[in-house]
């Protein structure tokens, strides 16, 4: 069996790589197994100084990984060498940050001492997506090696080179062979994987269809899991906001990697009184985006991952619009090779609407026009995902206010969803369960153990 790379800008084949063998996946779970054990009893100085090393091979390497990961999901290439500094940057905040994370929390009680103390779970099974193929991984992975665990990776079929190139970077970084390691197997794979004695827990990103599969695996395995997956987030803009600025931000928090990400701002939900301004100025910025070769300097939206994800988007858009709702702009495939789509704006959707009440996974903006905040915070949580929200007003007081009424795993008053290696990252609803990211992220994957020790007996 081979894996085939494709580059959804072109529709090239950039590799055929043949997929591991029962005796090749043997092998690899071996070694993960025991370079897990080599590394849990590795001094945390010693662990860090690996995270700092795998730091500088990623910067080493930028150059040659960004342009891997635009050829293999069609992402620009400036937004794939920030992703690779992105990754870098992660394994830099846990260098610095994991062993305060870990230290033993001394809590009193009837004993003479009684701590909690973090120990390493064992090899965490990574199944991961394409739309970032870097990120996703290296998120889990900092905070998955920094607890003294290994990793062995399922990466999405679709970017096989950029999961060896992850492979690689740990190894020019000097990690024990083993730790992390990659392999290049089908997703029918991953029932074995998950039942496998060599594996002790499960960090999956994807659908939700999908998670709820691992979970259920998982589950049946009685193995930790922690799962991020869909979300229709909300972007809600109040009549007193900065409506100018929101829509300049807007443009970036929908149309970035090509709108294919979880944490995109999905449904702009606009208080009536703001509406039309914000409206012609989110327009006014879509229609500067540049869709084009994503290997070209200046060009902001490339391809689509996929032509099925394009023709799944495609038929979103034609539903809402005959549901109902105005086509501003955009609305059909970009004619010629590759899975190009044009940056699309939907005015006057209703909750109901299939581009509100679904994922809409690529650069598609659904605008919908709400008469105060207590509807804002309605429509808002009226969807099963739970991931991200973005909500914009100048009166503070009042945001601390909604943000707690607002069903998601982060709010982002007066900004743009996003992930940052110091705070805890996760949803909740359909959105998954568990945290990465932070120390919240770290502890997800230990032994969180109590130790009580009563008096010395003479």
């Known amino acids: 069996m081979t894996i085939t790379s494709f580059n959804p800008a072109t529709d090239a084949v950039l590799a055929e790589l043949p997929s591991h063998d029962e005796a090749a996946i043997e092998k690899k779970l071996d070694d993960a197994a025991s370079a897990q054990r080599q590394w849990a009893r590795t001094p945390l100085a010693e662990r860090m100084a690996l995270l700092k090393r795998v730091a500088q091979a990623l910067r080493e390497q930028k150059a040659e990984m960004a342009p891997l990961a635009t050829l293999e999901m069609g992402k620009p290439l400036a ?209 500067k985006l540049v869709v084009g070769d994503p290997m070209t300097d200046g060009t902001t939206q490339g391809a689509m991952a996929k032509r099925n994800l394009r023709d799944e988007l495609h038929a979103q858009v034609q539903a809402s619009v005959q549901q109902g709702a105005k086509l501003l702009m955009g609305g059909k495939p970009v004619a010629g090779p590759g899975a190009f789509y044009e940056p699309t704006v939907l005015d006057h959707v209703a909750p109901t609407m299939t581009a509100a009440s679904e994922e809409t996974f690529g650069p598609a903006a659904a605008i919908l026009r709400v008469a105060d905040a207590d509807e804002a915070v309605r429509v808002a949580n009226g969807t099963p995902f739970g991931l991200g929200a973005a909500l914009w007003t100048s009166d503070l007081d009042r945001a601390r206010q909604l943000t707690r009424q607002i069903d998601a795993g982060a709010v982002f008053v007066n900004g743009m969803v996003a992930s940052d290696p110091r705070l805890p990252f996760g949803g909740t609803k359909e959105s998954g369960y568990g945290r990465e990211l932070g120390a919240l992220g770290l502890h997800e994957f230990t032994n969180i153990k109590t130790v009580w020790t009563g008096p010395a007996r003479t």
């Not at 730790?179 to 827990?201: C, K, N, P, Q, Y």
């Open 79 to 287: 937004e794939s060498l920030g992703e690779v500094e992105k990754c870098a940057w992660n394994f830099d905040v846990y260098a610095d940050a994991a062993p305060r994370f870990l230290a033993d929390q001394v809590v009193a009680s009837s004993a003479s001492d009684s701590r909690i103390v973090f120990d390493p779970l064992g090899v965490v099974l990574a199944v991961m997506p394409w739309n970032y193929p870097f990120w996703q991984v290296m998120r889990a992975a900092a905070p998955v090696l920094a607890g003294g665990n290994g990793m062995v990776l399922k990466h999405a079929s679709n970017v096989p080179q950029c999961a060896l190139a992850l492979e690689a970077v740990f190894e020019r970084a000097g990690a024990p062979k083993g730790m992390f390691t990659t392999l290049l197997v089908g997703s029918g794979e991953v029932a074995r994987l998950i039942d496998d004695r060599r594996i002790h827990a499960v960090t999956f990103t994807g659908s939700t269809p999908a998670g709820r599969s691992i979970a259920s695996q998982a589950g049946r395995a009685l193995k930790k899991q922690v799962l991020e997956l869909g979300g229709s987030d909300p972007f809600i803009v109040l009549a007193d906001a900065d409506v100018e600025a929101a829509a300049a931000v807007a443009v970036k928090a929908r149309f970035q990697n090509t709108g294919q990400s979880c944490i995109a701002a999905k449904r702009f939900i606009v208080e009536h009184a703001a509406a039309d301004r914000f409206v012609e100025a989110f327009v006014a910025g879509a229609r």
